[in-house]
């Protein structure tokens, strides 16, 4: 334990998603004893990524603006559609380079454990965004977890009253894992080998 600031600014950091007491300390010592660390660029990063980021009002993609940069690109395949739990997940499947459409972000995933139901995600967004007919075919590459299961197969009924084919990720992927963990070769073939709903 440390006095005031030190150990407010180790508890801080230890609050963070993957950061262990231990990494908390360690990046507190870093930025105390390393003056060439730029502290008002951190600060000032951390209050615009709050201000200034949002979600792509038709995807649901982090962006500066009010379409993400794939949205408002009109060379990619305006007729495939690829449903992900969160935005971290774009990125992972961009990195693969293996998708030229576009993303549909549902914001989570249906987990009666965790409260979170259907109408708690972006789902209705995406009943609208294929309702004029362009969109041909939607790739469900939600998690192979139980929870990513559950959202795919809510999602491939739902979608069956529409003429739109749907697809899911060939397996491949590790079971119970998570989708932005997957190096890129295999989730690029997830991709390849996607199967028929
Ligand atoms: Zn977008």
């Known amino acids: 334990m440390y ?10 950091f230890g609050r963070l998603p993957g950061i262990g007491p231990k990494s908390a300390q360690r990046i507190t010592f870093h930025i105390l004893q390393t003056p060439s660390f730029d502290v008002s660029r951190l600060s000032t990063l951390l209050g615009d990524v709050r201000d200034k980021v949002h979600f792509c009002e038709i995807c649901g993609n982090v962006t500066e603006q009010e379409r993400c940069s794939i949205c408002r690109d009109a060379r990619r395949n305006q007729t495939l559609i690829c449903v992900v739990e969160d935005a971290k997940d774009v990125s992972a499947i961009e990195r693969t380079r293996e998708f030229r459409g576009l993303y549909h972000v549902l914001g989570g995933s249906i987990s009666p454990i965790a409260g979170v139901g259907p109408d708690d995600l972006r789902i209705t967004q995406l009943m609208q965004r294929l309702a004029d007919g362009t969109v041909q075919e939607v790739i469900l590459a939600t998690n192979p977890n139980l929870e990513g299961e559950a959202t795919a197969t809510y999602l491939s009924r739902l979608l069956h009253t529409l003429e739109i084919s749907v697809t899911r990720l060939a397996s491949g992927l590790p079971v119970g894992g998570d989708l932005e963990y997957a190096d890129e070769v295999t989730l690029g073939r997830a991709f390849e080998g996607r199967r028929a709903l």
Do not use: F, R, S
């Not at 006095?3 to 801080?12: K, M, R, T």
């Open 3 to 12: 006095d005031g600031i030190v150990q407010d600014l180790i508890d801080e």
